[in-house]
């Protein structure tokens, strides 16, 4: 895993802050992969919040992980619990690795 022990400390504090401490985090895409180099840091969020709040907590994570992580690509996917997995959620939770 190409995130550091004090930048996933962070990731997961954030979520839990952002989305409450049901919420989960994984980690998926290039940065899972130790011999890849570059890479946006990919995180599958899933929770209980409704998905109308859903959008206004992802912006508020978004802009969090950018003040405390410095300005990079982050990418953010929220799953429902209880709701049909994406086909992005589905490869996100089958390859990711939780935080």
Request: proline letters at 2%.
């Given at each position: 895993m190409r995130l550091s022990k004090e930048s996933a400390s962070i990731v997961r504090e954030e979520v839990e802050r952002a989305f409450g401490r049901n919420a989960q985090v994984w980690l998926f895409g290039s940065r899972i992969d130790d011999t890849?180099?570059?890479?946006?840091?990919?995180?599958?969020?899933?929770?209980?919040?409704?998905?109308e709040d859903a959008l206004e907590r992802e912006l508020k994570l978004y802009?969090?992980?950018?003040?405390?992580?410095?300005?990079?690509?982050?990418?953010?996917?929220?799953?429902?619990?209880?709701?049909?997995?994406?086909p992005i959620q589905q490869a996100a939770r089958q390859t990711g690795l939780p935080l």
């Open positions: 890849a180099k570059g890479g946006d840091i990919d995180l599958l969020v899933e929770t209980d919040v409704d998905l802009a969090r992980l950018i003040r405390r992580l410095g300005d990079q690509r982050i990418d953010i996917v929220v799953h429902r619990r209880g709701t049909p997995l994406s």
